[in-house]
């Protein structure tokens, strides 16, 4: 890693910061009416406004729009000025706080990120954050890197997002976040035509079938208004034995219903934490922001016993968990709308970072959904302080010893309970 100027408390990958210009982007129309899905505008207006307590100083990247997928990334609007020092974790940071064997582990795998419109930068923007925290090329001539659309064909790959959507900060942060943690990973970007819901689960599936082991999904889309039919015909997308798929659980905080595809039991749902480390882990907490909630509508997986079992009669979120909170957030580098570096936070930062490390584990095929993070003596960090709401019971919402709703069973400890 390059040597870095450092003037605050943090000391392990942290980064330079320019200030982030917006620029205008070409127009692409949003989907019509007839074309959305599920939520009505009431449902979606009500999805949208999830709280978060920082909500003083970041800024959703995509635009929200009732009837339609959102992403999940939170961008941090505070950071100004030409150079700012000690805010963003980067690799060596990420892969020290989670104990990661980065190093020696992930070759052969492969990652896929699922987004919605093209970035054409992603290559490029995923060249400079290697190369800053010394990590090798991942390109396209080398084998490393991939992009298609989502049917899964190189070509033609969706037209640019409408603005102000900034899709391309979340494609960005879910490669380099896969980068992050396995920087000896493939990396397959997965372009949907639009943020429509039926775009991104036809998305899911082209993943698979162009070979990855592990499929992130940072994207929400509300429950409320769907039937439990249509969350069976909805699940088939993301149920592909031998594949690990996970979803970002919502930057909202304790929710009474879950949204998909986190809810889906095939899916490894992904919370969020405030993470403090410097050289060292010093703390982690549960992020108030962490979405986290029960879904009656949706079957419990047989796993999900004890304490994630009591809490309601469905499908219990979360799993697992790794860093959210903006406050704490990662390093992002994004030139799409003309700025560089970002801090980025959200759940759409763990969802990437956990599949990096079922990567590193290399057990994808062998796997069943999430029910390796819930054996006894999982090797996991327990996230036993802080909450995301007010609940009953009260592990659905606060950190406990053992399971709880907004960091599941704990964040990863290395690779083993993968």
Known sequence: MKPLPMSGILTAGILLLSACSGGGNAASPVAPQSQMRGATQTEGAAFLKAPFTQAHNVRRACNP????????ALVRTDIAGPLVTDHGYGPPALQGAYNLPSTTAGTGQTVAVVEAYDDPNTESDLGVYRSYYSLSPCTTSNGCFRKVNEDGKASPLPGPEPPSFDWDIEESLDMEMVSAGCPNCNI????ANTQNYDDLAKADDAAVKVGANVVSNSWQYPTSGLTKKALKKDAKDFDHPGTIILASSGDGGYENTEGIPAAFASVVAVGG???S??????????????GSG?????KKPSWQTGAAGTDCSGRTANDVAAVGD???GVA?????EGGTWYVVGGTSVSSPLVGSVYALAGNASSLNAAQSLYASGASLYDITSGNNGSCSPANLCNGATGYDGPTGNGTPNGASAF
């Open 65 to 72: 729009t009732p009837g339609q997928a959102a992403c999940l």
């Open 188 to 191: 397959v970007i997965v372009e």
């Open 273 to 275: 934490t405030t993470l």
């Open 277 to 290: 480390y410097a050289g060292k882990r010093i703390s982690e907490t549960v992020w108030d922001g962490s």
């Open 294 to 298: 029960c879904n009656n509508a949706v």
């Open 326 to 328: 903006p406050n704490t």
């Open 332 to 336: 992002v580098y994004d030139t799409y």
